[in-house]
């Protein structure tokens, strides 16, 4: 690890689909702990920072123990705004208050999955000099070549016919970012690299990648957590 290192976990308090998504209790826990605790016990941060617009959030990711260094500015707390502007804002606000930012981690608030191998696995991706993002990915569970549309009339076509003879055993294998981290070199974020134009993956299991956007997928997911914990 190099010094200047940070967790920069982006937790804004106006979730629609799932209202106060990042602090409702999951299993017994503030949906962002999962986060915070991940970077806590990797051990590969200097600080552990959550970027919030909101006052509650940041009184629980602090009782968590987590800093809450500044607020977030309205204009990058929308539901359009992208990641890598937030962690850029973050690590300039670090740098203001005299942080040195080298390495920077942007953790999802919404992954109670994550695992701290992972993490590390990542980092080593990123000191290995390949490229300067590296974070998770997963498999798509069927080929991509093999994706069908479904027409007006219920019919369904190939969108590329060229791969409807093609064993799926024969085809090449697509990945899908999982959603959960992104390391980066504070120059990246701050130049505004895309990431995925950028970076460099390790691959996770398709059982580990579970998005939680809507009550149902809530639900399964939390299920899915306490069965793995029984």
Same mark, same amino acid.
């Given at each position: 690890?190099?010094?200047?290192?940070?967790?920069?976990?982006?937790?804004?308090?106006?979730?629609?689909?799932?209202?106060?998504?990042?602090?409702?209790?999951?299993?017994?826990?503030?949906?962002?702990?999962?986060?915070?605790?991940?970077?806590?016990?990797?051990?590969?941060?200097?600080?552990?920072?959550?970027?919030?617009?909101?006052?509650?959030?940041?009184?629980?990711?602090?009782?968590?123990?987590?800093?809450?260094?500044? $607020?977030?500015?309205?204009?990058?707390?929308?539901?359009?705004?992208?990641?890598?502007? $937030?962690?850029?804002?973050?690590?300039?606000?670090?740098?203001?208050?005299?942080?040195?930012?080298?390495?920077?981690?942007?953790?999802?608030?919404?992954?109670?999955?994550?695992?701290?191998?992972?993490?590390?696995?990542?980092?080593?991706?990123?000191?290995?000099?390949?490229?300067?993002?590296?974070?998770?990915?997963?498999?798509?569970?069927?080929?991509?070549?093999?994706?069908?549309?479904?027409?007006?009339?219920?019919?369904?076509?190939?969108?590329?016919?060229?791969?409807?003879?093609?064993?799926?055993?024969?085809?090449?294998?697509?990945?899908?970012?999982?959603?959960?981290?992104?390391?980066?070199?504070?120059?990246?974020?701050?130049?505004?690299?895309?990431?995925?134009?950028?970076?460099?993956?390790?691959?996770?299991?398709?059982?580990?990648?579970?998005?939680?956007?809507?009550?149902?997928?809530?639900?399964?997911?939390?299920?899915?957590?306490?069965?793995?914990?029984?």
């Amino acid at each position: 690890m190099s010094a200047g290192c940070i967790a920069i976990i982006p937790a804004r308090g106006g979730s629609k689909r799932i209202p106060r998504k990042n602090i409702l209790p999951f299993a017994g826990k503030p949906m962002i702990g999962y986060a915070i605790e991940a970077a806590q016990m990797s051990g590969l941060f200097d600080r552990v920072i959550v970027s919030t617009d909101d006052a509650e959030i940041g009184e629980v990711s602090r009782s968590l123990g987590a800093e809450t260094p500044f $607020v977030r500015p309205a204009d990058l707390a929308d539901d359009f705004t992208p990641t890598v502007p $937030v962690v850029a804002h973050a690590i300039q606000a670090c740098r203001a208050l005299g942080w040195p930012v080298d390495t920077a981690c942007c953790i999802y608030p919404g992954v109670p999955f994550i695992a701290i191998d992972d993490l590390r696995a990542a980092l080593r991706l990123l000191e290995s000099g390949v490229a300067p993002y590296a974070f998770p990915v997963t498999g798509f569970p069927s080929p991509i070549q093999r994706a069908m549309r479904r027409q007006a009339d219920g019919r369904i076509a190939p969108f590329d016919p060229a791969f409807v003879n093609v064993r799926t055993q024969d085809l090449e294998p697509a990945f899908h970012d999982a959603g959960q981290f992104y390391w980066g070199h504070a120059e990246a974020w701050l130049q505004g690299l895309n990431i995925h134009a950028n970076g460099a993956a390790i691959v996770l299991p398709e059982w580990r990648v579970v998005d939680i956007d809507t009550p149902a997928d809530w639900q399964r997911a939390e299920a899915l957590f306490r069965a793995m914990a029984a």
